[in-house]
């Protein structure tokens, strides 16, 4: 599935780069307990957390000292009266245009009789008695005639949604190519190509994952609602305009109708409208100090709203509530991803599918205050000028628009700013989308970090030590020698606990997008240690939400005391997404490590927490975190209810499996955890989570032969994964197969440096072997990442004298 990309345009789903969210596929909840293997290691927790922080307010709108009813929609034809030119623009648009009833000025297909064989199956495209029709495949596998209900985009692909029962539409997994013929388009393609996606298969286009009122109905219509129903596992969605209307990005119009008719003092002075207003100052903002000067500057900071209206749909997010406010802070209303793999690059580009905005909170244009709209029109969405002179507005020309700067010949493609600063990849086979990280090429860090970089992508035939020796020659060497966090990132992907360090210096520099250090938090996670914990204080109070959910996640490896010292203040955070994180994290803390008031705020949150998890109830994901929270409150009835919901709705979904195995082993069951475990097996016989949890099970059971065995395909299966690959080669050693372990922990140790477990783990099996001076590297290695441990200083004292 990690090369997979699902079909729609932007997902609701609990995402899984979230720290309040489970992953994809849960391992079993082991509790994490700051324990080393090595004697004489000793810590003392310090606890204590201040949080100076007041939000703003979330949309910029004044308060009103009157009680008004809550606003209604009124629809884009109650605006067009007095806004004829904004609705003009945004006629033919593709927000306008985002999703629409099929008829034969919509459908922009060839329904005439067309023929497309993919995987053995040959569907036809075809009209009858007026309606757009499809036969192919259907959830049995058998073809059938199918109706196009609604067009679902416009360009450069159209897609097409069909209904089934229960208010069910579906994504069809073929859809038109809509560029011109002379690109390559005017033709019907798969969004898999090279793939065998049948019937059985979970990305399907009749499966859960194809389905429009889960993945991407959100952001393609006005005041969408879901209206999942989870007794009768359907849909009652609904939404106030088929399109992305006004109302999608300046919330509920009627009080602005109330505010249009009065039109006279007070009122018409207030500067409450009625609704948020969106002016960016695009053309009046920015301005040179300079002639000479190398870019424009900003004359006041934009209102953040203006931003947070455009990323609720262009980002890789899920949803925690609907009813945000159009510009409320995104973490308030959504979970936004983080720069961790597969989604991005270690450097921050863009790999799988994310929707840019993640990318352009790291650049410098959004620290000095650019706005989306600064280069794109909000109603017409087209560019506010076309190719270079769009970044001369900002950016000097003579300094930047010449062949002394890029080095390419003006007119072609390479002197273009784009294609250096934002190179395109193509998501849903034909959709070019430009990188909104806008950075410099580092063909140096395609070689340590194993990114793409611009002059490589667009000079296929070249390796980036070609790239490296041009730039070199035009710009001399002092390009490389910047440093980048992608650095730093990657080293918390392969370095293991001797990145935390460096992690941890990141998630507090006060110079780096705050983007990039609540990812280096999360990296930190896994390597945290006692000592870090003033450090996780500091990020605790963050002025950036994100940061603090961030924040929140490192703490949960605490004891009980620690947790609700650190993490019970944010119980009463400004933003929803702060707090269900809190309430997530605090939840196993017993009542008397509160106070009254952090008791009620945890009891707040929690029902925000569930609220946002029920919503989301048709998601998988959903339920089995959902099953997380009510086995930490200790509801293991309800835990295992969630986790088969999950099942219901999955039966592929690796960590449903897993942790409701696990909630039956806390229930004293371990027999029917391992029936769970091996229908799932017959399923996904190559699902190593699943081997995984079946090898423990059977090392509880005794049988210890069949365990080793289940563990040993595991590690296979799953190399990256350094616990599967410790806990194989301890199984080993426990069956006295001592060289083969100390071969499999070599192993696991050169895929994953600086395991604190695994060297431990060399370490203590060489000795025991009576080989010290094998043992000893390991020992040293472990200094690097633990230099002021005295216990590890012993050792190796010990060790050098057995030499």
Same mark, same amino acid.
């Given at each position: 599935m990690s090369k997979r990309r699902r079909k729609?345009?932007?997902?609701?789903?609990?995402?899984?780069?979230?720290?309040?969210?489970?992953?994809?596929?849960?391992?079993?909840?082991?509790?994490?307990?700051?324990?080393? #293997?090595?004697?004489?290691?000793?810590?003392?927790?310090?606890?204590?957390?201040?949080?100076?922080?007041?939000?703003?307010?979330?949309?910029?709108?004044?308060?009103?000292?009157?009680?008004? $009813?809550?606003?209604?929609?009124?629809?884009?034809?109650?605006?067009?009266?007095?806004?004829?030119?904004?609705?003009?623009?945004?006629?033919?648009?593709?927000?306008?245009?985002?999703?629409?009833?099929?008829?034969?000025?919509?459908?922009?297909?060839?329904?005439?009789?067309?023929?497309?064989k993919y995987s053995g199956i040959e569907s036809r495209f075809f009209?009858?008695?007026?309606?757009?029709?499809?036969?192919?495949?259907?959830?049995?596998?058998?073809?059938?005639?199918?109706?196009?209900?609604?067009?679902?985009?416009?360009?450069?692909?159209?897609?097409?949604?069909?209904?089934?029962?229960?208010?069910?539409?579906?994504?069809?997994?073929?859809?038109?190519?809509?560029?011109?013929?002379?690109?390559?388009?005017?033709?019907?393609?798969?969004?898999?190509?090279?793939e065998k996606i049948d019937h059985k298969d979970q990305l399907h286009w009749t499966g859960l994952y194809q389905n429009w009122n889960l993945q991407?109905?959100?952001?393609?219509?006005?005041?969408?609602?879901?209206?999942?129903? #989870?007794?009768?596992?359907?849909?009652?969605?609904?939404?106030?305009?088929?399109?992305?209307?006004?109302?999608?990005?300046?919330?509920?119009?009627?009080?602005?109708?109330?505010?249009?008719?009065?039109?006279?003092?007070? &009122?018409?002075?207030?500067?409450?409208?009625?609704?948020?207003?969106?002016?960016?100052?695009?053309?009046? #903002?920015?301005?040179?100090?300079?002639?000479?000067?190398?870019?424009?500057?900003?004359?006041?900071?934009?209102?953040?709203?203006?931003?947070?209206?455009?990323?609720?749909?262009? $980002?890789?997010?899920?949803t925690i509530t609907e009813s945000g406010t159009p510009g409320a802070p995104l973490d308030d209303t959504h979970r936004l991803a983080l720069l961790t793999a597969p989604n991005y690059y270690a450097d921050g580009q863009q790999r799988e599918e994310v929707y840019v905005w993640s990318s352009f909170l790291q650049t410098r244009m959004y620290q000095r205050g650019v706005t989306c709209m600064d280069c794109h029109e909000a109603h017409a969405l087209k560019l506010r000028a076309e190719g270079n002179a769009l970044c001369v507005r900002c950016h000097n020309a003579a300094a930047f628009d010449t062949e002394k700067h890029h080095f390419h010949q003006a007119g072609t493609p390479g002197a273009q700013c784009v294609e250096c600063h934002m190179p395109a990849q193509n998501y849903m086979v034909v959709d070019a989308r430009r990188d909104?990280?806008?950075?410099?090429?580092?063909?140096?860090?395609?070689?340590?970090?194993?990114?793409?970089?611009?002059?490589?992508?667009?000079?296929?035939?070249?390796?980036?030590?070609?790239?490296?020796?041009?730039?070199?020659?035009?710009?001399?060497?002092?390009?490389?020698?910047?440093?980048?966090?992608?650095?730093?990132l990657h080293a918390g992907a392969t370095q293991g606990a001797k990145s935390l360090p460096a992690l941890l210096a990141l998630a507090e520099d006060a110079m780096?997008?705050?983007?990039?250090?609540?990812?280096?938090?999360?990296?930190?996670?896994?390597?945290?240690?006692?000592?870090?914990?003033?450090?996780?204080?500091?990020?605790?109070?963050?002025?950036?939400?994100?940061?603090?959910?961030?924040?929140?996640?490192?703490?949960?490896?605490?004891?009980?005391?620690?947790?609700?010292?650190?993490?019970?203040?944010?119980?009463?955070?400004?933003?929803?997404g702060v707090r269900v994180e809190a309430a997530r994290v605090l939840a196993d803390v017993g009542d008397d490590q509160l106070s009254a008031d952090q008791r009620s705020n945890r009891e707040k949150a929690t029902i925000e927490y569930?609220?946002?998890?029920?919503?989301?109830?048709?998601?998988?994901?959903?339920?089995?975190?959902?099953?997380?929270?009510?086995?930490?409150?200790?509801?293991?009835?309800?835990?295992?209810?969630? &986790?088969?919901?999950?099942?219901?709705?999955?039966?592929?979904?690796?960590?449903?499996?897993?942790?409701?195995?696990?909630?039956?082993?806390?229930?004293?069951?371990?027999?029917?955890?391992?029936?769970?475990?091996?229908?799932?097996?017959?399923?996904?016989?190559?699902?190593a989570d699943l081997h995984h949890a079946l090898g423990l099970l059977l090392v509880r059971k005794g049988d210890k032969a069949a365990a080793l065995k289940e563990l040993a395909v595991a590690a296979k299966l799953a190399p990256d994964n350094a616990r599967y690959g410790f806990v194989y080669a301890v199984g080993l050693h426990s069956a006295d197969r001592r060289g083969e372990a100390l071969s499999a922990l070599r192993a696991a140790e050169a895929r994953h440096p600086y395991n604190l477990e695994i060297l431990g783990a060399l370490v203590s099996m060489n000795r025991d072997a009576g080989k010290p001076q094998e043992a000893l590297p390991y020992a040293r290695k472990i200094a690097e990442v633990l230099p002021d441990e005295p216990g590890v200083e012993q050792l190796i004292t010990e060790l050098e004298r057995a030499n």
């Open positions: 729609s345009r932007q997902s609701s789903a609990p995402a899984a780069s979230s720290s309040s969210e489970a992953p994809a596929v849960s391992p079993p909840r082991l509790a994490r307990t700051w324990k080393f #293997a090595l004697a004489g290691l000793g810590v003392a927790i310090v606890a204590g957390l201040v949080l100076l922080w007041q939000a703003r307010g979330p949309v910029g709108l004044p308060p009103d000292s009157t009680v008004r $009813a809550a606003p209604q929609f009124v629809g884009s034809t109650a605006c067009a009266g007095c806004h004829a030119k904004e609705t003009e623009a945004w006629r033919g648009s593709h927000h306008q245009l985002a999703m629409q009833e099929a008829n034969a000025s919509t459908v922009l297909g060839n329904f005439d009789d067309a023929k497309f009209r009858r008695d007026g309606k757009f029709m499809v036969r192919t495949d259907g959830p049995d596998g058998k073809l059938a005639d199918f109706e196009i209900k609604y067009t679902f985009g416009v360009w450069p692909l159209q897609q097409y949604l069909i209904e089934f029962p229960g208010g069910r539409y579906q994504t069809l997994g073929i859809s038109w190519d809509a560029r011109a013929k002379g690109e390559g388009g005017q033709r019907w393609f798969h969004l898999y190509p090279g991407c109905a959100a952001c393609h219509s006005t005041n969408l609602k879901k209206g999942y129903d #989870a007794a009768s596992n359907t849909y009652k969605t609904t939404f106030n305009e088929i399109n992305v209307a006004c109302e999608a990005c300046h919330g509920p119009g009627s009080r602005h109708l109330d505010w249009a008719k009065l039109a006279r003092p007070p &009122y018409a002075s207030h500067s409450d409208k009625g609704l948020v207003v969106l002016r960016s100052r695009w053309n009046e #903002a920015w301005k040179f100090a300079a002639t000479d000067a190398a870019s424009a500057q900003r004359d006041q900071p934009a209102a953040d709203f203006l931003m947070n209206v455009c990323a609720a749909c262009h $980002a890789r997010r899920s909104h990280g806008i950075r410099a090429p580092r063909p140096d860090l395609s070689l340590s970090l194993g990114s793409p970089n611009a002059c490589t992508q667009c000079h296929t035939g070249r390796r980036p030590a070609w790239a490296i020796a041009a730039m070199d020659q035009w710009y001399g060497k002092a390009w490389r020698e910047r440093w980048h966090y992608g650095t730093t780096a997008p705050p983007i990039v250090k609540a990812t280096a938090a999360t990296l930190a996670g896994p390597h945290l240690r006692p000592q870090s914990l003033p450090v996780v204080r500091k990020l605790l109070a963050n002025v950036d939400p994100a940061m603090r959910i961030a924040a929140l996640g490192l703490v949960e490896p605490f004891e009980p005391a620690v947790r609700a010292q650190a993490a019970a203040p944010l119980l009463a955070d400004p933003i929803r569930v609220d946002s998890l029920q919503q989301d109830a048709d998601w998988p994901t959903a339920n089995v975190n959902l099953g997380n929270l009510r086995s930490r409150q200790r509801r293991p009835d309800e835990a295992i209810a969630a &986790y088969e919901r999950a099942l219901l709705l999955d039966p592929r979904f690796t960590g449903a499996y897993v942790n409701l195995a696990d909630a039956y082993r806390q229930q004293g069951n371990d027999a029917e955890g391992e029936k769970l475990l091996r229908r799932g097996l017959v399923l996904l016989p190559r699902a």
